[in-house]
DNA sequence: CGGGACGTTGATAAGTATCAACGCCCGTGG
DNA sequence: CCACGGGCGTTGATACTTATCAACGTCCCG
């Protein structure tokens, strides 16, 4: 497995960018001494495999910066995207010894990383972290539900639709909660927004349960629909969102904003 | 809502069925005492919808018996499956007002119910529920990605195929964890088996992201390939797992055994 | 006997995949 | 400096899988 140590690793938990929304987020100043101590990170560039499915799981991490995939591959190469990784999210499980997944970095990545017995334990003894941990996997399989949702039921253009209103949105997430721009995100007006696509066609393909040659082809259509508009292959603009969120089907619920919880 | 109390409701958690899988599984004694003073029994006639997507969640529960649905649905009627609830599995999320999917029952259902905001504070004083809540989640999830792979990338017969592998799975778990038989499932030798199907093809069709024809094609595809042997419409029998095994695409991994984990 | 829920099968249509060609960009090496 | 090649993306022609529309069969219950 090749990856690097990042040089001048981050090292304060206090000013860490993910410290209000990763499993940590719960934790008081004793709690971080101890993640503090355990914790390194690890770099990894745009394309590298972070982690092969089947193998032991040796560490749990935290996304700290970059995007990262999780997919699922069939016998002949067909391949699924089932979770898409954004600062903050977690990579591993508690007690499981070998990644059912394949894990790989779609942008550069830096990952806060725990081996994974330590941390097990910790968790045992830390129920901030086991609820937080809990929390954000209720979240995860919400989202799951609502990929399911766009796998199994959605035409090509409102999976592309949907996955630039899920983009959106998560980004802006982040940003709300890093109160900073992230990935060239802007929110000027309500109802006006700009982002980087995270990821490439291919990896959009496998994300969508579409081929690239038809992901393609959906994008040039919202485009010259005037849906989207489109500088470079990767920076999107909506100039309506509310357009956007038509096109991409789902029952009224704002997706932009809080999803029907709470 | 229409939902009817058992009339002699199970009592005694010591001698319930799904005592040992359910999120009650690591209860202590006294645990068990406090849930038997709050819990209730619910059920429901096939068919009946057992709660709304969208409503007021005011009570979590655990399948006892029977099989429920979780499905979400699109403006125009398009429905999406994304649970199927077996007996011990959990409905509800703690902390979750509303309900962010329809759950109904396939089969005539029976539930354990409790109260959503004394569940809450349970959790929060009772770690060995809130351990188990996590690991039947994070299990969940895995299945999800499991299902979004299949959806995504299976072709119909694929999609057959592994519905069948995994319904004769979950059956087989279910049946190992009770010592006893259920829902007609027969393990007699290896590599051969047979049980009921406890969906209608239309809900197989919304598990599986298809129409009820090609569901209803593909099944009989699979009969005269000698794949699967049908009685009736719902009683399945397969002469060689393997053989289906194969046809669901899965990378080797037995999808029947324990999942690549642990 | 009639009607409705459920399931199967056939004919045809539609959406997406496949195969193929081409364009753009950028890094490398002659 | 320019030519080449590879990665990535777009577009076109065609094939194939699955959806749609329709008819019919079975079973069960009123």
Redesign the pocket.
Known sequence: MSWAVSPSGQVSCESCPIRHRAVCARCEADEFAQLESMKFYRTYEA?QTILFGGDPLEFVASVVSGVAMATRTLEDGRTQMVGLLLPSDFIGRPGRKFAPFTVSAATDVRLCCFRSKPFANLIEATPHIAQRLLEMTLDELDAAREWMLLLGRK???EKIASFLAIIARRYAALAQSAEVGVNGVHLPAPQKLSFDLPL???SMSDYL?????????Q??ALKRDGVIA?EG??HVSVPNLDRLLAEAGDDSEDVLHDSAAE
Chains 1, 2 share one sequence.
Request: no cysteine.
């Open positions: 394309g035409t090509a253009r490439t066609r291919e349960g579409l081929t690239i040659e038809t992901v393609s082809r994008i040039s489109l292959n990767r």
